[in-house]
T-cell receptor
Framework: NAGVTQTPKFQVLKTGQSMTLQCAQD?????MYWYRQDPGMGLRLIYY???????DKGEVPNGYNVSRLNKREFSLRLESAAPSQTSVYFC????????????FGEGSRLTVL | QQQVKQSPQSLIVQKGGISIINCAYE??????FPWYQQFPGKGPALLIA?????SEKKEGRFTISFNKSAKQFSLHIMDSQPGDSATYFC????????????FGTGTQLKVEL
């Protein structure tokens, strides 16, 4: 019962470095999402993919890019990391449509020095 | 701009007591209101959800109360237990909004013995 798997779980970057967070789900879900969680800010949507082949911006997309590689995989890329991107990143998925439940991964903690 | 306002930020309750967390929203297009529970080091998980055509939903010790005219909804945890200690997020979704959830800022609940 893997559900939503994120890698890596922890990462430390220097300002200006790039990296990609990987996410894969094995529930055959249509929709996938990337959120960031910061103290006192809750969960904020970065990008989402309603279905394979589509991606859209969320609330805080600046500084990020995404790729929906196939139905299972949705990656988040930081091209030039900044300290403001220090956060815990969560990938989530759901069936899409009226079904509301999001299934989250366990998170990736990123620190940018 | 926080579309879903959540309070309190933190809450300490004695074992057996009632925990109450409140959320308020402005966007009348929201049509689905879930609560998520998050334990340390884990991703959020759906706890209970309600749609605006009902005023209350109960699942075990957890109850959502919904006041459409006041644009408020709340989570009540009856007979609170130490195992309920977690962070709770309210959320809301807009019809046709790509099934995107907007989250509140979270409430850290601690249930003491």
């Amino acid at each position: 019962n893997a559900g939503v798997t994120q890698t890596p779980k922890f990462q430390v970057l220097k300002t200006g470095q790039s990296m990609t967070l990987q996410c894969a789900q094995d529930m055959n879900h249509n929709s996938m999402y990337w959120y960031r969680q910061d103290p006192g800010m809750g969960l904020r949507l970065i990008y989402y993919s309603a279905s394979e082949g589509t991606t859209d911006k969320g609330e805080v997309p600046n500084g990020y890019n995404v790729s929906r590689l196939n139905k299972r995989e949705f990656s988040l890329r930081l091209e030039s990391a900044a300290p403001s991107q220090t956060s815990v990143y969560f990938c989530a998925s759901n069936e899409g449509g009226p079904a509301g439940e999001l299934f989250f991964g366990e998170g990736s903690r990123l620190t940018v020095l | 701009q926080q579309q879903v306002k959540q309070s309190p930020q933190s809450l300490i309750v004695q074992k057996g007591g009632i925990s109450i967390i409140n959320c308020a929203y402005e966007n009348t297009a929201f049509d689905y209101f879930p609560w998520y529970q998050q334990f340390p080091g884990k991703g959020p998980a759906l706890l209970i959800a309600i749609r605006p055509d009902v005023s209350e939903k109960k699942e075990g010790r957890f109850t959502i109360s919904f006041n459409k005219s006041a644009k408020q909804f709340s989570l009540h945890i009856m007979d609170s237990q130490p195992g309920d200690s977690a962070t709770y997020f309210c959320a809301a979704r807009v019809t046709g909004g790509g099934n995107k959830l907007t989250f509140g800022t979270g409430t850290q609940l601690k249930v003491e013995l």
